[in-house]
């Protein structure tokens, strides 16, 4: 769906507020024109026609990314991500616990039709003690502290740090190799120093993960992967 007026342009926001022109290609690979509420519309049009290179480019990221999000089907033989690696998801009868791991995920038959709440919960615990461990052994090395260490599902976030302290990660990170953990670990900790994103703040990072470039890349490339 396009807006009539603007060819290739999903939507056209006008807002009194507003004093300049900016698009935004979002998550869904759809584009938003905002514009100052009594610009006329050939301006508009010219500056998406001027920034049509840099708009075909950003759809055709954001679509790669899309079609590498992985629909999951919690069956028999599906990989699923631990620690940056992929092992099978099995199903036995035989099982000794509900869930449990050896190179393999193992559920218990019973549980076939909860297998997605399994793997969640099973990834929740994982993600807990390796992040606990983590954030305590950085916190330790480069004298930070933090308040209170909680995992949830930020979807939009790998972690996060108030003002008071309180750290916070997405349990998702269990399925990322353990140097992408170190860095959101890194990244939260150093906001105990800096709130803030200045260079200071990064020069913290770079103190504690010296390659914290590729682990943001990392994140950024494999981000699709890490939702079901
Ligand atoms: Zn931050």
């Known amino acids: 769906m396009t807006t009539p007026e603007l060819p290739g342009v999903d939507e056209l926001v006008r807002s009194p507020a507003r004093r300049t022109l900016c698009i935004v290609v979002n998550r869904e690979a759809r584009v938003c024109v905002r514009a100052p509420a009594d610009m006329p ?5 010219r500056f998406v026609a001027e920034r049509q290179p840099w708009i075909a480019q950003k759809k055709a990221a954001i679509r790669r990314q899309l079609s590498r999000i992985v629909i999951r089907s919690f069956t028999e033989g599906e990989n699923f991500l631990f620690k940056g690696q992929l092992y099978p998801l099995h199903f036995s009868a035989a099982a000794a616990a509900p869930i449990s791991f050896d190179r393999a995920f193992i ?9 997605r709440e399994m793997l969640t919960g099973w990834y929740e615990i994982k993600a807990e003690q390796l992040i606990g461990e983590r954030v305590k052994l950085y916190a330790e090395a480069f004298g930070l502290d933090y308040l209170a260490l909680r995992i949830g599902d930020t979807r939009s976030q790998w972690g996060s740090c108030s003002a008071e302290g309180k750290l916070s990660f997405s349990w998702r990170l269990i399925m990322c190799p353990t ?4 860095y959101v670990v890194a990244h939260e900790l150093a906001h105990r120093r800096y709130m803030n994103h200045s260079a200071a703040f990064w020069a913290q990072v770079a103190k504690m993960r ?6 943001q890349q990392w994140l950024k490339d ?6 079901f």
């Open 222 to 227: 494999n981000a699709p992967l890490l939702r």
């Open 107 to 115: 559920i218990h038959e019973r549980y076939r039709d909860k297998a």
């Open 41 to 45: 519309l050939p301006a508009i049009r």
């Open 179 to 182: 140097r992408i953990i170190d």
């Open 210 to 215: 010296p390659d914290y470039r590729e682990q």
